[in-house]
């Protein structure tokens, strides 16, 4: 049997997302550099994400995004806005989404997403590519193990989103279309964080 991160790797490809596994000895900040640099739209050179306390520790994400031309705006930036309309704009307009994963289950290659009243989803939905940052201590073998997690928890999230890959739908005459309802790319990065 595979192990839960080799089968989800091999699911979520299948799925249409992408992996990037993680090195410690290569350094969190290096790695998320390489992908954000390999996605970034200079047209649109915007990053916004939402850490729920569950990324990488060492990552200085704004001087990390200046290096590669972008800007980035996290919780607490978005936040200080004044209007709604304002924060829905840069995340509208942002060429990625960061958002940590809840769990994901390996034999479907699905991630979980929480939010609350406190998190937003937007930059999973928002961006035309959404990275996920995913620790390996966080993948469970099948779904029924990461929804019996959730139930274990006792307080159940206000929303469970599940991603399974890229935005997808084949609705309109048969005709497979990716990136209608949300991202045309997912990037999930999995490490020991």
């Known amino acids: 049997m595979h192990e839960p ?10 799925l249409g997302g992408e992996v990037v596994l993680a090195d410690a000895a290569v350094g969190w900040s290096h790695t998320i550099e390489d992908v954000l640099a390999g996605v970034i739209d200079p ?7 939402f850490d729920t306390g569950d990324w990488p520790k060492d990552v200085p994400w704004s001087a990390l995004c200046e290096t590669i031309g972008a800007r980035f705006y ?15 704009d840069i995340v509208a307009h942002a060429s990625v ?3 940590g994963a809840a769990w994901a289950a390996a034999d479907t290659g699905t991630v979980a997403l929480y939010a609350s009243a406190q998190t937003s989803l937007s930059a999973s939905l928002l961006p035309p590519t959404h990275v996920v940052l995913l620790p390996k201590r966080r993948i469970y073998a099948t779904l029924a193990e990461g929804l019996r997690a959730v139930h274990a928890q006792g307080a159940v999230p206000h929303l469970v989103k ?8 084949a609705d309109i005459e048969g005709q497979l279309v990716v990136g ?4 045309r790319r997912v990037v999930t990065v999995i490490g020991d964080w």
């Open 180 to 183: 209608v309802h949300g991202p």
């Open 5 to 14: 991160v080799d089968l989800f790797t091999t699911q979520w490809r299948l």
């Open 74 to 88: 996290d919780r607490h930036d978005l936040d200080v806005l004044s209007r709604q309309e304002a924060l829905q």
């Open 97 to 99: 989404g960061v958002t």
């Open 162 to 169: 599940l991603i399974s890959g890229p935005s997808m739908t």
């Open 43 to 49: 047209a649109f050179p915007t990053v916004v994400g």
